[in-house]
């Protein structure tokens, strides 16, 4: 598997387009060990999806794993604009979710990836 960040053209390739932060898959962890158990640490992304969606306050939050490179990003896509949201607003969201998810402030970036298998 290849990752190609910028623009998406591959109709043979998954992408994942948002607002948000990436980190090492070790990062997440350390960042989410207060609220992951030991077990939980090796979850597969469909997992790690699922319990980021039980956790209140995290509005649209999605998660892409990228296994052959070691990296997670979370973040919010740009598609979900709220009716009447600025882009500032926007971007707050976007931040204030991913303090709820891991308890810190994060700088927030735009995300554009490409996973070519």
Same mark, same amino acid.
């Given at each position: 598997? *290849? ?9 043979? =390739? ?5 607002? !948000?932060? +990436? ?6 962890? #350390? ?10 640490? *090796? ?9 980021? &969606? !039980? ?6 939050? +999605?998660? #892409? %794993?990228? &296994? +052959? ?14 009716? /009447? +949201?600025?882009?500032?607003?926007? #971007? /707050?969201?976007?931040? *204030? =979710?991913?303090?709820? %998810? ?16």
């Amino acid at each position: 598997m *290849k990752v190609r960040t910028g623009f998406v053209s591959n109709s043979s =390739s998954s992408s994942f387009v948002a607002y !948000g932060v +990436e980190f090492t898959t070790e990062e997440f962890i #350390k960042l989410m060990k207060p609220q992951i158990s030991e077990e939980d640490k *090796k979850l597969i992304e469909d997992e790690f999806s699922e319990y980021i &969606y !039980g956790i209140d306050g995290r509005e649209n939050l +999605e998660i #892409k %794993l990228d &296994y +052959e490179n070691d990296v997670v990003y979370v973040g919010i896509s740009p598609f979900d604009f709220e009716d /009447e +949201e600025t882009g500032k607003q926007f #971007k /707050e969201r976007v931040q *204030k =979710s991913i303090k709820i %998810l891991t308890g810190k402030t994060l700088k927030c970036v735009p995300i554009s990836v490409e996973i070519v298998n």
